[in-house]
C-alpha cells in the first residue's frame, strides 16, 4: 500500500493550485491605477495622496506635456518621489483624443524602429518617447535618488510609454532590473518578439494588466499560429511564439470577469510565453461588439480611468462627473418624479 502511495502522491501534487506564482502585487496594482488615472487631469496631488495616504510622503518631483506627433497630439508624464520610501513613480498619461490613435495604430502598420538595439518597436511609441524622455531622465538619475527603486506605470498609450522607459533605464544602466517594477493597465503590443525577449531579460517585474475583453492589448496583431485547431470553427489563434511581428513583454495578470475589491485574477505564464493562450489571447473579438471592447478598456478596477482621474480619484464618482446633458437629464427627471408624472 505505501509504495502505491508514494506513486499517487506527485499525480495529486499536480492537483493542487500552486498558489501565487509572480510578484504581482493587486492591492499595489490599486493603487497605481489612481495614479495612471491622474494623469488624464490636473489633481495628481490629490490622487496620490488618495493612492498612498500621508505615510509615505510622495511629492511632484517633475510634470510634463508636450507635442508628439505632426497634428500637435500631446503626451505626457510625471514623476513622484517618496525619500520615506526611497520610491520614484514615473506615471504616462493614455491616448487623449481620436486622432492620436488613429496615428498610433497607422504607424503600427508600417515597419518599427530599432529600440536600442533590442528590437524594433512601434515608431509612434518611439517618437512620443523621445520627446518626453529628457525630463524622465533627469528624475531617475538625479543623484540624491540614484539608489531608489522606480515604478514604471500607465493606461493604455501610457503603458507602452512606461514599457519604454523602463526598458531603456535599464539598458543604459541607470538601475538593474531588481530596482525596477512595471505596472500596466490595457497596454497595446509595443514591438516584435525580439524586443520582447530582450525585454524580459532587463526586466523580470512587468506585470500587464488586462480587464476581460480590452481590444488594446490585442493591437496591433500578433501573427498567429494557422497551424492550430480551434475547437470550434472560426475560433481564436494563438500568437505564433516563433514569427518576428508585434509580440508582448512581461507577464500578463488577466482578470477574466471583474475588477472589484478580491476580484479574482489570472497570472498568465502558460504557452506561448507572454501570450498565454489560456488567458485574454483565447478571445475571438466581433466587430459588432466593439463597444463592449472598448467600454472594457477604459474601465479598470472598477473606475472609469480618465474620467476618474479628473476629479482627482473620488471614489464617489468611479465614472467620473456627470456630463452636463446628463445632469440635464437628472433634473428633468427629479422635476417629472415631483409632479408625479413618471
Not at 502505491?4 to 501534487?13: C, E, G, R, Y
Not at 502558460?270 to 472594457?296: H, L, M, V
Not at 471614489?315 to 456627470?322: I, L, R, Y
Request: hydrophobic letters at 35%; one cysteine or more.
Amino acid at each position: 500500500m505505501r509504495p502505491l502511495l508514494f506513486l499517487l502522491l506527485p499525480l495529486f501534487s499536480l492537483s493542487i493550485p500552486l498558489g501565487k506564482q509572480t510578484g504581482y502585487d493587486d492591492a499595489e496594482a490599486r493603487r497605481l491605477v489612481k495614479l495612471a488615472a491622474a494623469a488624464y487631469g490636473d489633481k495628481h496631488a490629490t490622487c496620490i495622496n488618495r493612492a498612498f495616504g500621508n505615510g509615505e510622503n510622495f511629492h511632484i518631483e517633475n510634470m510634463e506635456q508636450k507635442s508628439c506627433d505632426h497634428l500637435d497630439s500631446t503626451c505626457a508624464a510625471y514623476a513622484v518621489v517618496s525619500e520615506n520610501t526611497k520610491r520614484i513613480i514615473v506615471v504616462f498619461r493614455g491616448t487623449k483624443s481620436k486622432s492620436q490613435l488613429f496615428l498610433e495604430g497607422w504607424q503600427s502598420i508600417n515597419h518599427g524602429i530599432d529600440f536600442f538595439d533590442m528590437g524594433d518597436v512601434n515608431r509612434y511609441f518611439l517618437n512620443a518617447h523621445l520627446v518626453l524622455w529628457p525630463e524622465i531622465e533627469k528624475v531617475i538619475t538625479n543623484p540624491r535618488w540614484v539608489d531608489y527603486e522606480i515604478t514604471f506605470t500607465g493606461h493604455s498609450l501610457g503603458g507602452a510609454l512606461a514599457a519604454l522607459a523602463a526598458a531603456r533605464t535599464a539598458k543604459q544602466g541607470y538601475r538593474p532590473g531588481s530596482l525596477i517594477k512595471v505596472y500596466t493597465f490595457g497596454q497595446p503590443r509595443v514591438g516584435t518578439r525580439l524586443f520582447a525577449r530582450n525585454f524580459d531579460a532587463l526586466l523580470p517585474n512587468t506585470y500587464r494588466v488586462v480587464f476581460r475583453r480590452d481590444i488594446v492589448p490585442h493591437m496591433p496583431a500578433c501573427h498567429k499560429n494557422q497551424t492550430f485547431v480551434s475547437e470550434h470553427e472560426g475560433g481564436a489563434k494563438p500568437c505564433h511564439a516563433d514569427h518576428l511581428d508585434y509580440y508582448h513583454h512581461g507577464t500578463e495578470i488577466w482578470y477574466p470577469d471583474e475588477m472589484t475589491p478580491g476580484a479574482h485574477y489570472v497570472e498568465c505564464l502558460g504557452a506561448p510565453k507572454n501570450e498565454d493562450f489560456a488567458c485574454s489571447d483565447r478571445i475571438k473579438f466581433f466587430i459588432d461588439q466593439s463597444e463592449s471592447y472598448t467600454w472594457d478598456h477604459r474601465h479598470y478596477f472598477a473606475v472609469k480611468v480618465p474620467p476618474y482621474g479628473k476629479t482627482g480619484c473620488d471614489d464617489a464618482m468611479p465614472e467620473g462627473k456627470p456630463s452636463a446633458f446628463e445632469n440635464v437629464v437628472k433634473r428633468l427627471n427629479l422635476l417629472t418624479r415631483s409632479f408625479g408624472l413618471d
